[in-house]
């Protein structure tokens, strides 16, 4: 990727509806929050990309539009995918959806620690979002910490998601998101044999994003970021600072 080295990825997992109260997490924007900073972005010039795009772009079969940037979706959440899907039809944008496939059509249930466990989208819809705006990728099956497993259970988490994504939309699944981030080299193995391009993290040690494809660094944006805020997250100047820093 030597003509490429960074692109902002961003980071999200809910996107609340309208007049919502939000929880005191900051994983959860706020709709018009999500509006302005996609709106912004398309005002700015930037052209969303998938990684199925990114590979073409990384073995230079295709040109990288000009600005490029990835939008991240993290777990699968119905009512977040419900609420953006408009929003990024009308910017003609797209997002990348990481999918926990063990809880298609159930619940965050490995969200132990909190009170209310949210609905994660079924396999209709996954069929059908797949066709529009989204392009789904691994989340893992059961989302647990990657590094804590071994052989054939980590094999398992690695090759049932992407199996029954490319069942569930009939496209390639080139990505996995690591559940928490979590990873180390033996997960990083496991990834490239289990036929994955890329690994999707939060924070990386690698001083550009696209140094390393299975240690991708992604730009959290939280609860309450300004459009202004938000447009200095992905300044290639932060991006930049960020890999000098190596965070
Ligand atoms: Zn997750």
Redo the contacts with the bound molecule.
Sequence with gaps: MAHLKDIPILMY?HVASGDAILPEDNSFLSLDDFKAQTTALSAAGYTTIDFLQLADISDEKVRPPEKPVIISI??GYAETLKNVMTVLQRNGQKAVV?L?TGCVGGFDDWQKARKEYYRIIDAGLVKEYAKSCFSFVS?SET?RFLSSLEGHELEKELTVSKQDIENMTGKPVNAL?Y??GDRDDKVKEALSAAGYRFGVAISAKTKYVLEDPYDLRRVYIKKGDSVRTFMRKISPWYLWYRGLRRR
């Design positions: 997992h993290d777990d990481g926990v989340h989302h998101i559940p928490y």
